[in-house]
């Protein structure tokens, strides 16, 4: 389901994932998951930090193949739910540009007790960085480059040539490295 140009959601009930190109709406994404079964809200709110590993970061860039990440996203939304006894889950990532201090991703979920949604959290979270299908281009400042790397905690990156490097990274380089391809301008991972 589409909600506009920027945004591209599934829904079923009570869960909410979505993919959006736009700013991050914190009282949205929290609005979808009250309730009045709820005793509990919890949110998290992931953002661009100015430095990795002692570099200063510029920007993030995250892509996404959609079909597939909207999917992966869904399913853990219903594993989380039924795991922890759940009202609701609503989480959304955020693709293309990211400045410093803006939000990539929010996850928000409820229940009737607070530590139920407290571990739901945490789990959501790291479900989705392990298995959804999104990457990020780390913008370094400086001469640095960037860094496309999974978007996963500690993932090691591929360092982007800068003009004056020779350096060839093919599509099939970039595949046996599980990242995303570039063809015609359109980012490609995986099987269509």
């Not at 909600?3 to 079923?12: F, L, P």
């Not at 869960?15 to 998290?44: C, E, Q, T, W």
């Not at 989380?80 to 540009?97: D, E, F, Q, W, Y």
Request: aromatic share 4%; hydrophobic share 35%.
């Amino acid at each position: 389901m589409e909600d506009s140009d920027a945004t591209q959601s599934r829904e079923e009930e009570n869960i909410y994932v979505a993919l959006s190109r736009g700013h991050l709406d914190i009282l949205s994404i929290m609005n979808k998951v009250k309730s009045p079964k709820a005793g509990a809200v919890v949110l998290f709110a992931g953002t661009t930090r100015d430095n990795f590993n002692g570099k200063p970061v510029k920007e993030l860039q995250y892509t996404s193949y959609i079909p597939k990440a909207l999917n992966t996203l869904l399913t853990i939304a219903k594993d989380i739910r039924s795991k922890h006894g759940l009202t609701a889950v609503s989480m959304i990532h955020r693709l293309g540009r990211v400045p410093i201090g803006e939000e990539s991703i929010l996850i928000a979920v409820s229940s009737p007790h607070r530590q139920a949604a407290w571990k739901a959290g945490e789990e959501a979270l790291e479900e989705c960085k392990a298995k959804a299908e999104v990457w990020k281009l780390e913008e370094f400042g400086g001469d640095e480059g960037g860094v496309w790397r999974a978007n996963r905690d500690g993932a090691v990156g591929t360092k982007i040539p800068q003009p004056d490097d020779e350096i060839e990274d093919s599509d099939e380089d970039r595949r046996t490295r599980g990242l995303p391809t570039i063809h015609g301008g359109e980012c490609v991972h995986g099987e269509e």
